[in-house]
């Protein structure tokens, strides 16, 4: 195959994954390494740079409305994301150091849980937090945001942010090692541990990702795993891709599209489990 | 107040970045400037782990990129770097609207950022 037919094969199917994506609430990142990786002769060092880099840049991209907006907290993401940074950082030089078939295993599985989490988390609105812990009043993890859909303010506080931090610890590696994002895990521990409104725990869960993978990136970059020929035609594609997927969400099925990702998470996820394995 | 001041300069990075990557891609696809690695010899060097593939073309590491902006692979990592740099801008940004502690995790934020930077 040409050169130049694969940045267009590229562009392609991360267009549609980004419509995907936006219509199932992932983000692009955790689609694309597991089915870039699985279906695309590029060695995955370069797949997980790629995904992280997506990643970062929607999150990014995202940020700057969110923000102003008062959907994502910097008080509350601040600690999160510094923790998230560290241990990022060590998943990116674990993966790079790892045998690939020992981190195509591992994502493998990975990408199974993932598909086993959005499955069968549930979420919560308003959930109740009847009594902050200590180290969350310390760092000011509390406050108020406007929700515009309940057209009033929504006070907001946390709690178990001891346990949270070591979320944020594993979720960092997990994100460094795999270049997957990571707000199918940061929502979940943002919302469901520590008690955060889910709103404010997408908007946060964005600038946490931001943060995070920032610091994975830089491994990447510095280490020779970023390859422009992978990565400008995937971000382009992804980010065109969720712009249409943002005006078809109005119409779309989206139990169908969240069963449909199910299904290519659950193949990808499968066919990197059993490349690792060798089978 | 420091919510602004970071969605401001984030939104202005985010878009330096975004314009600086379509227009170093473009110059590189269609060849106006000549490539570190050869667009064809991609297909066959992509499929090697990273390392490999410093070994076998001699790419740069580190920082060595910024020698090379004269190449058109190497010209797309500005855009990148943008990418990867802004939240330490942001974060310096913020530091003095920000209360004692918080502004205290801000500054071990972008050590821990300038480390992996230059690790």
Known sequence: MEWWLWPIALFAITFAMGIVAVLAGVGGGVLFVPIVSAFFPFHLDFVRAAGLLIALTSALSAAPSLLVNGLASLRLAMPLALVGSVTSVIGALLGLALPTGIVQIALGVTILGIALIMWRAGRAEHPDVARPDALGVALGMHGVYHDPALARDVSWQVHRTPSAFFAFAGIGVLAGMFGLGAGWANVPALNLLMGVPLKLAVGTSGFVLSVVDTSAAWIYLNRGAVLPMIVVPSLIGVMLGAKVGARLLRIAPASLVRKIVLTVLLVAGGRALLKGLGI | ?119
Request: net charge neutral; proline share 5%.
């Open chain 2, 1 to 119: 107040m420091e919510h602004r001041i970071y969605a401001r300069w984030l939104d202005i990075g985010t878009r330096i970045g975004a314009a600086l990557l379509v227009a170093s891609f473009a110059i590189y696809v269609f060849g106006w400037l000549d490539p570190h690695v050869p667009h064809a010899d991609l297909v066959r060097l992509w499929t090697l782990p990273a390392d490999h593939y410093v070994a076998a073309t001699g790419a740069p590491t580190g920082w060595a990129w910024l020698q090379h902006l004269h190449k058109g692979d190497y010209l797309n990592f500005l855009g990148v770097a943008v990418f990867t740099t802004i939240t330490i801008v942001c974060y310096a940004r913020i530091v003095p609207a920000l209360p004692r502690l918080h502004a205290a995790l801000a500054l071990i934020q972008i050590a821990v950022l300038l480390a992996a930077a230059l690790s």
